[in-house]
Structures are given as structure tokens and as C-alpha cells.
Nanobody, 122 residues
Framework: VQLQASGGGLVQAGESLRLSCVAS????????MGWFRQAPGKEREFVAS????????RYADSVKGRFTISRRNAANTAYLQMNSLKPEDTAIYYC????????????????WGQGTQVTVSS
């Protein structure tokens, strides 16, 4: 399974971005999907996740109400809509796939994309 993350960029505070994660190979519609991020000098942290059917989503407290995770199984794609971006959202964003399908923050993510840079200026 290969995951390709895209959609990052440089925006100003308050603006929006939508990240995409396209999967090739494997069985995307069985996987839970998660987005994580890593800022310079910090550990990778959980951002959002969605289960294999798209029925249950989870978010880090820092992004609740601003970010929305979704998926379109027919397109083998997961999305992260990011609104009201803040400078502290600046990080490399990674998507991961959980073969068990729960898509929970503590799940074992078996596959990872290469990351896409998000930079938010103040």
C-alpha cells in the first residue's frame, strides 16, 4: 500500500487548506485513516482519524471545531479540511492507514504517506 499526501502550502492565519491522501494498492475501504503532524523539534502528534466506514471520527483537542476529516472510498482518498488555521498548526502533515479499520488515535498505523508541509504565517 502506498499513500500519497498532498495539498499543503503556505497560508496566512485564518485561511483554509484541504489535504488529500490517496491510497494505491491494498484495500483502502477496509482501513482506518489518520492524520498526524510533526512540527520542528517536536514529536509527531495525532490530529484526526476516521474509521473504515466513515462513521466515527476523532480529533485532537487543538483542532476540534476547525478541522474535518472525511473519506471517499470510491476514490481511495482521505481528506483533512483545515479551517481557521493558526501559526501553531505549522507542521509536516502525514496520513496513515490502519489495517484493522478502527482509525483510532492509538491504533497501529501500518502504512504512512511521505508528508506534506503546512506553513501558517501570522
Amino acid at each position: 500500500v502506498q499513500l500519497q499526501a498532498s495539498g499543503g502550502g503556505l497560508v496566512q492565519a485564518g485561511e483554509s487548506l484541504r489535504l488529500s491522501c490517496v491510497a494505491s494498492g491494498g484495500f483502502f475501504n477496509r482501513y482506518g485513516m489518520g492524520w498526524f503532524r510533526q512540527a520542528p523539534g517536536k514529536e509527531r502528534e495525532f490530529v484526526a482519524s476516521i474509521d473504515w466506514v466513515g462513521a466515527q471520527t476523532r480529533y485532537a483537542d487543538s483542532v476540534k471545531g476547525r478541522f474535518t476529516i472525511s473519506r471517499r472510498n470510491a476514490a481511495n482518498t482521505a481528506y483533512l479540511q483545515m479551517n481557521s488555521l493558526k501559526p501553531e498548526d505549522t507542521a509536516i502533515y502525514y496520513c496513515g492507514a490502519d489495517r484493522i479499520g478502527t482509525g483510532s488515535p492509538g491504533a497501529k498505523y501500518d502504512y504512512w504517506g511521505q508528508g506534506t508541509q503546512v506553513t501558517v504565517s501570522s
